[in-house]
């Protein structure tokens, strides 16, 4: 709990520990199925990132039934089993209540080996760190919201949000890694600084390098920023330190609030180019290696 890990795990034996996450909000795009995919997707990414496999999960879901036609919570719930079967996992319940604010998600169970686990606490010196998926979400989602986005936008972030973490993990795994984080409320800044702190070193950011949704881009310029974003910059930015050369607008994204974002990984220097390199073979096209860890300042996250 005091280094905000990603799931909760749990010692079986000494072969044997299980993962265990829960997740769940609001709709962020209006096609119920995709809204399903997305949550799917984003509630599994936490046993993705500890390098663990999810086994079971359960549903979660808070439905107006007297204001929103039933077919919308089957289209959801459709969504929400097409991506547990590509993903493996096996649904075995859930809890639905009513409820005034349209909610789903799920509380997932995985598994791993005790000695393989992967945390946000064991960033070395010399690190590199690598980004899966590319920032911008929450901007666009409220883009979205605001009826601004078009449809071809809509769609190209969509198929992000609904890409399980699936490749990435396992391919971390292979390689061998220091740390992981998966990026999701607390934005790219929040949860870097996370890792820095936890694993007591400084992360050194190259901003250039960063994959981000242009689109993003131009709608953090009008000021179409989800609160999550400012109340991210204002928990956060004591722990950042960000050069006057990189743009307002990118320092938005950089604080953006994400739903079902990329991996953050840290692993050697050495095992860097070979994981990206195996990244982009398995489609993972945006992975990108991003920055590196630093002795001094301890904490401290620079963006350059």
């Known amino acids: 709990m005091e280094t905000r890990d ?9 072969n044997l520990a299980i993962i265990q996450t829960v997740d769940f909000f609001t709709p962020i795009v209006d096609d119920p199925y995709m809204f399903g995919q997305i949550a799917v997707v984003n509630a599994l990414s936490d046993v993705y990132a500890m390098g663990g496999k999810p086994l079971t999960a359960m549903n979660l879901v808070c439905f107006p039934i007297q204001s ?11 969504g929400g089993i097409d991506k547990m079967i590509e993903a493996k996992v096996a649904l075995v319940g859930g809890h639905s209540i009513d409820d005034t604010e349209l909610k789903y998600g799920l509380s997932v169970t995985g598994t791993i080996h005790p000695k393989r686990l992967v945390t946000n606490s064991g960033a070395r010196v010399r690190d590199k760190l ?3 998926k590319p920032l911008g979400t929450g901007i666009i989602s409220t883009a979205v919201k605001a009826g601004v986005a078009n449809k071809k936008t809509i769609a190209k972030v969509t198929k992000y949000m609904a890409k399980l973490n699936d490749q990435a993990s396992e391919l971390m795994q292979e390689v061998g890694v220091n740390a992981c984080t998966d990026i999701t409320g607390f934005g790219f800044l929040g949860h870097t600084v996370q890792l820095a702190k936890n694993s007591q070193v400084g992360i050194n950011i190259d901003v250039t390098a960063i994959p ?5 881009g131009e709608f953090a310029k009008q000021g179409l920023c989800p609160a999550g974003l400012h109340r991210n ?7 950042v330190r960000i050069t006057p050369a990189v743009p307002a607008h990118i320092q938005d994204i950089l604080y953006d609030p994400q739903t079902s974002g990329g991996l953050l990984i840290s692993l050697s220097p050495g095992k860097a180019e070979s994981l990206l ?3 982009h073979q398995a489609g993972v096209e945006d992975a990108a290696i991003i920055g590196e860890v630093v002795r001094e300042p301890s904490g401290v996250v620079t963006v350059r």
Request: glycine residues 2%; aromatic residues 14%.
């Open 6 to 14: 990603d799931a909760g795990v749990y010692k079986l034996s000494d």
């Open 68 to 78: 929103v036609d039933i077919s919308v919570l089957k289209d959801i719930l459709r």
């Open 130 to 132: 690598i980004l899966t």
């Open 212 to 216: 981000f949704f242009p689109e993003a």
């Open 233 to 239: 910059r204002e928990f956060y930015s004591p722990s």
């Open 277 to 279: 390199d195996r990244l």
